[in-house]
């Protein structure tokens, strides 16, 4: 019961913060308006006050629901090594100067299945934490090995399996933690940080995230000799020469904002929202308040492209018995659910069903636009290129010639914001433009990177001088080109057009 009440107390006071932030930010807004509408810059300053608070609800939420093992994870195969290297300077610009970062990782480490996004969330989790017990600075050390727990291990845990993993050590030099501490670390809104210093959620976020992919988690610390983190993740059998890649069959061309889409939602607010996004987007709309009206619409004469439902529907038919359904009557039809945390109609041990498409509440304007661009548009056109230049005028320069091309444009600034993209698509990019001098690894590393990720991937080297050396070393490498400092909109054509389509 104690628990239940510093679980319940620690959501109201968090709430209720964040509810005065919002309510008193629309509040602001709402007079403005009324008394003075052209007070640009106190309707501006009140929207982003708003706007943050709503963020941060919204943080407050998946952190809770990754705690309770409700958050929808997206697993796939995950190299630990390849990721933990990725966010080393991620976690160097963190920590500070102060830190010094030392990784020790295994060669030969076995690949785990899990959700990459929120294994890293728990690596800076994990590793702000051990900043903020080294007060005047010391060591964080990441190390990585492969490890088997036997049966006498299991049975003295909780919720432990016997078997092979791959094991996550995080290790500071800290203050360390006395007993009582360690005892209820991992309980949500425990924290022994000044008040208003954290959230009390971040191990907690951890241990569930960890136990919901089938891990173990363990906390070793001493009072004056640090603290260290073990994180053992499944290992995952992939049969040999299997890639990593998922093969997609080609679709069709189509002209962005063509398409019907039957939004299905039982909130008649969210629906509106939804509704006045997609149209506002370009597509045409088709709305149902329950699973019934939406399969009457499916069976007739209408066309329907995409089925975005809730999952949780009134009237004993969910989104995935909906989905079937459809399917059924319309076999092409494509499908992206919605939903404010892990149900089991698309969810099973924590994981979403193979095939599944989600989005989750809440959820933001440019976050449906890129997620429903996405579900229509799978492997097809326009092709993804990938800007990697830490130059800004360049950048945008680059970005503005492909993007009136016709070609769907990401930027980065940084090899470890390229490598994340890439991840994060699971490789749907056709081609990425990398300069060479990127402030934290030369560009060739990246191409290494990005070619493991995705084989199949084009890559266009930008140099400020020809570079023959790097033309050797990639002699043997298919679909690798080199552009020369500084090109024109007309080379950018050329080159995109070798390995794009728009």
């Known amino acids: 019961m104690e628990g239940i009440g510093q679980l319940t107390g620690g959501v109201a006071h968090d709430f209720n913060n964040l509810l005065t932030i919002i309510i008193g930010n629309l509040e602001t807004l709402r007079r403005v308006i009324r008394s003075r509408p052209t007070d640009a810059e106190t309707l501006t300053r009140s929207t982003e006050h708003a706007m943050r608070g709503a963020q941060r609800a919204a943080a407050l939420t998946q952190q809770l629901l990754a705690f309770s093992r409700m958050q929808p994870l997206d697993p796939g195969p995950v190299d630990v090594n390849r990721l933990v290297t990725a966010m080393s300077e991620l976690l160097r610009r963190t920590l500070g100067e102060q830190i010094t970062i030392e990784t020790v990782l295994a060669g030969s480490l076995w690949q785990v299945f899990v959700d990459a996004n929120q294994l890293e969330v728990s690596i800076i989790n994990l590793a702000v934490n051990a900043r903020d017990a080294m007060r005047g600075g010391g060591k964080l050390m990441i190390e990585s090995a492969n490890v088997s727990l036997d049966e006498t291990y299991a049975a003295s845990q909780a919720e432990v399996a016997a078997g092979e993993y791959v094991v996550l050590c995080i290790t500071d ?14 309980d949500p809104f425990f ?5 208003g210093q954290g ?20 906390l070793c610390s001493e009072v004056g000799h640090g603290t260290a983190v073990k994180l053992y993740l499944p290992r995952h059998d992939a049969p040999a020469g299997t890639s990593l890649e998922t093969e997609l069959a080609p679709v069709a061309p189509y002209r962005a904002g063509s398409e019907t889409i039957l939004v299905v939602e039982d909130d008649d607010d969210v629906r509106e929202y939804t509704t006045g996004i997609l149209r506002e987007l370009g597509y045409k709309v088709v709305e149902a308040p329950n699973a ?17 439902t809730d999952v949780g529907l009134p009237g004993g038919i969910n989104g995935k018995h909906l989905a079937d359904a459809a399917r059924q009557r319309r076999p092409d039809l494509r499908v992206l659910f919605t939903s404010g945390y892990a149900r089991d109609a698309i969810v099973h041990d924590g994981r979403l069903d193979p095939g599944v498409l989600l989005i989750t509440k809440p959820f933001t304007y440019a976050a449906l636009a890129s997620k429903i661009g996405d579900v229509l548009n799978v492997n097809g056109k326009p ?10 005028l360049i950048r945008i320069f680059a970005a503005h010639c492909l993007e009136e091309l016709g070609y769907k444009v990401e930027t980065a600034i940084s090899t470890t914001e ?3 993209k890439i991840r994060r698509v699971n490789g749907e990019f056709d081609l990425a433009i990398i300069d060479v001098g990127l402030p934290d690894r030369k560009g060739e590393f990246l191409v290494r990177e990005l070619l493991a990720v995705n084989p199949r991937l084009a890559v ?19 679909r690798i080109d080199f552009l020369q400092k500084p090109y024109s909109k007309d080379q950018l054509r050329t080159l995109a057009s070798r390995y794009c389509s728009t």
Do not use: C
Request: aromatic share 6%; charged share 25%; hydrophobic share 45%.
């Open 383 to 392: 092709s993804r290129i990938l800007v990697v230049e830490d130059e800004e």
């Open 191 to 195: 924290t022994t940080k000044d008040f």
């Open 418 to 420: 390229a490598i994340n």
């Open 460 to 478: 266009a080297i930008v140099s400020g001088a020809n570079a023959p050396d790097l033309r050797r070393r990639f002699a043997k490498a298919n």
């Open 173 to 186: 030099t800290g203050a360390g933690m006395t007993r009582e501490v360690r005892a209820r670390a991992f």
């Open 199 to 218: 959230t009390g959620l971040g191990l907690s976020q951890v241990y569930g995230f960890v136990k919901q992919s089938g891990g173990h988690v363990k």
């Open 292 to 308: 019934a009206v939406a399969l009457h619409i499916v069976s007739g004469s209408s066309r329907v492209d995409l089925l975005f």
